[in-house]
């Protein structure tokens, strides 16, 4: 059967307002995942990324129209939610033969709720979907029965039916490697500060996350590897094929199995690749050691990201990271003596925040002195535990579902936040992501730091880029 994936526009005005220079342009994975997985099982899967191809919704429905698709997979994150319906309905619109799929993180949340009110949806997908999207053409084959396909969500004489959970893969390998040349590769490059060099692209080595952060839409899955010559092989193809000279790994918790990270670099090194590419990856800081550092060095990484969320312990233990200040600056300064860059992820506006735990939240922040810091407001996603106690925290300012609200930019929007904690408004909020940005990045020593880092024309250029956009806002 022909079907096609789509990536609806991410854009929802917050990039289009910082300018379309410094957003990131991301691999698809989870429709390659899919795309890939039916190809293999002799289907014939496309997949168009309306963002990175600049494709307008009319542009779309021509393809669709000219296509002659059997069935058409809309991604679907909360933030994209309206972007995701707008292309249902009009696929429906245009032949209502068409089966029309869901799937993404928002459906994995929201499943009753999309399939209830999006007539335009037949299916919503729950979970892994390469599988469960193979049955369901099954099901258009009249090989199989709706009801008998597990982890999807459908209307049936009004009434919505959600099928049992289906049980993850265990052995992730079982997917075969995306198949990116579904896409036109040429097109994605990540955010400005992001990458050392280009190209650079997007890859997972493992999938799920065993802890238990109250903000996060992956907290509590099952942690599940690819396996090491897997992975080799996934970036033997990335820089044979593709000419990658760059590798974002984007794993929830990159390190979490400690030796099978560190046989993983003895891999890469075996393999020649620290001499072809640098890497980077994400992690959390109770997670590193000197050595384990010392070891991801040595096989090419350049950057670790870690999830900081606020300067005191009381606000890092509202949201249940489990772990502690001395822990995170530990990594911090482990990493800086090794000599890779670190990325933290800090959050303002957190459930029993107040301005002043803010002010305390910026400080650490130049305490602990990471090359890139980024500060998003605290948004209670739905699906997270966050969500489900967000009343307890704090007060929504807009329709709870309202999803395309949910943004954590919105200090450089116009909108108002979907929710703040309790004794904190929309503007003292956005003014503190606009200020902890600045205090952060305007300082003497950070800006000699990333003088001094100069070595290439490309680099002094997304500097450039990076800070303009932070000077006008
Ligand atoms: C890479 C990434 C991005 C990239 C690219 C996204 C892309 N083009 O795919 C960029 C940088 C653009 C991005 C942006 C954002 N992201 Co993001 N991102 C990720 C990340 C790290 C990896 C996604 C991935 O490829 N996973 C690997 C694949 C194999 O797994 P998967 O996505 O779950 O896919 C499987 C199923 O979900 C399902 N499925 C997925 N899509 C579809 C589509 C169809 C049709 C079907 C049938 C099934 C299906 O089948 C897949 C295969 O089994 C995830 C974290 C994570 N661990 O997943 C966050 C994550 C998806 N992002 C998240 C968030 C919050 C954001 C932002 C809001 C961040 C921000 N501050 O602005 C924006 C949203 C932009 C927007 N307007 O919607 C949340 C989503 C929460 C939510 N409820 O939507 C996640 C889960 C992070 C987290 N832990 O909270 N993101
Ligand atoms: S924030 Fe990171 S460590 Fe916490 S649950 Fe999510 S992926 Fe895991």
Request: glycine share 4%; aromatic share 8%; hydrophobic share 40%.
């Given at each position: 059967m022909k079907i096609l994936f789509v990536m609806p526009s991410l854009d929802n005005g917050y990039w289009k307002k910082l300018g379309k220079k410094v957003g990131p342009k991301s691999e698809p994975l989870s429709l390659l995942y899919i795309a890939t997985f039916l190809n293999q099982s002799g289907h014939?899967?496309?997949?168009?990324?309306?963002?990175?191809?600049?494709?307008?919704?009319?542009?779309?429905?021509?393809?669709?129209?000219?296509?002659?698709?059997?069935?058409?997979?809309?991604?679907?994150?909360?933030?994209?939610?309206?972007?995701?319906?707008?292309?249902?309905?009009?696929?429906?619109?245009?032949?209502?033969?068409?089966?029309?799929?869901?799937?993404?993180?928002?459906?994995?949340?929201?499943?009753?709720?999309?399939?209830?009110?999006?007539?335009?949806?037949?299916?919503?997908?729950?979970?892994?979907?390469?599988?469960?999207?193979?049955?369901?053409?099954?099901?258009?084959?009249?090989?199989?029965?709706?009801?008998?396909?597990?982890?999807?969500?459908?209307?049936?004489?009004?009434?919505?039916?959600?099928?049992?959970?289906?049980?993850?893969?265990?052995?992730?390998?079982?997917?075969?490697?995306?198949?990116?040349?579904?896409?036109?590769?040429?097109?994605?490059r990540p955010s400005v500060s992001y990458y050392r060099r280009l190209p650079a692209y997007t890859m997972i080595t493992t999938r799920g996350c065993p802890y238990r952060c109250t903000f996060c839409a992956t907290a509590k899955t099952g942690y599940r590897v690819h396996s090491i010559p897997r992975v080799i092989e996934e970036m033997r193809v990335l820089i044979e094929d593709f000419g990658a000279k760059e590798i974002l790994i984007r794993d929830d918790t990159f390190t979490l199995q400690r030796e099978r990270t560190i046989k993983l670099c003895e891999a890469i090194i075996a393999a020649g690749f620290h001499k072809k590419i640098t890497w980077d990856c994400i992690t959390r800081a109770n997670l590193v050691d000197k050595e384990l550092l010392q070891k991801m060095k040595e096989a090419g990484c350049w950057g670790m990201h870690f999830g900081v969320e606020g300067g005191t312990q009381k606000l890092i233990d509202s949201v249940k990271k489990d772990t502690t200040l001395e822990i995170i600056k530990n990594a911090f300064t482990l990493c800086r003596e090794i000599g890779i860059e670190t990325r933290g992820y800090f959050m303002v506006g957190m459930p029993g925040s107040t301005p002043e735990d803010d002010?305390?939240?910026?400080?650490?922040?130049?305490?602990?002195?990471?090359?890139?810091?980024?500060?998003?407001?605290?948004t209670p996603y739905p699906g997270t535990e966050l969500f489900n106690e967000a009343e307890q925290w704090g007060t929504f300012h807009t329709d709870i579902s309202d999803w395309d609200k949910y943004l954590t930019w919105s200090g450089y929007g116009d909108t108002e936040l979907v929710w703040t904690a309790h004794g904190r408004s929309s503007e003292d909020v956005k003014a503190m992501q606009r200020k902890a940005m600045r205090e952060f990045y305007f300082r003497p020593k950070v800006i000699l730091r990333k003088v001094t880092n100069v070595d290439n024309l490309p680099i002094l250029r997304k500097y450039m880029t990076g800070a303009l956009v932070l000077a006008r806002s």
């Open positions: 014939h899967a496309e997949v168009v990324d309306c963002e990175a191809e600049g494709i307008s919704l009319d542009e779309l429905e021509q393809k669709i129209q000219f296509g002659r698709y059997d069935a058409v997979g809309v991604a679907m994150l909360t933030a994209m939610y309206s972007q995701s319906v707008a292309v249902c309905k009009m696929v429906k619109k245009l032949d209502p033969k068409i089966k029309v799929v869901v799937g993404g993180s928002h459906a994995n949340l929201r499943p009753r709720e999309t399939a209830e009110k999006e007539e335009s949806i037949d299916v919503v997908t729950v979970g892994e979907a390469e599988q469960t999207f193979l049955e369901l053409l099954e099901v258009s084959q009249g090989k199989k029965e709706l009801k008998d396909v597990l982890g999807i969500a459908y209307r049936e004489n009004a009434v919505v039916v959600q099928t049992a959970e289906r049980a993850k893969v265990n052995d992730l390998d079982f997917f075969p490697i995306p198949d990116r040349s579904l896409i036109k590769m040429h097109l994605y002010f305390a939240t910026i400080e650490y922040a130049k305490d602990i002195d990471p090359d890139w810091a980024q500060f998003t407001i605290a």
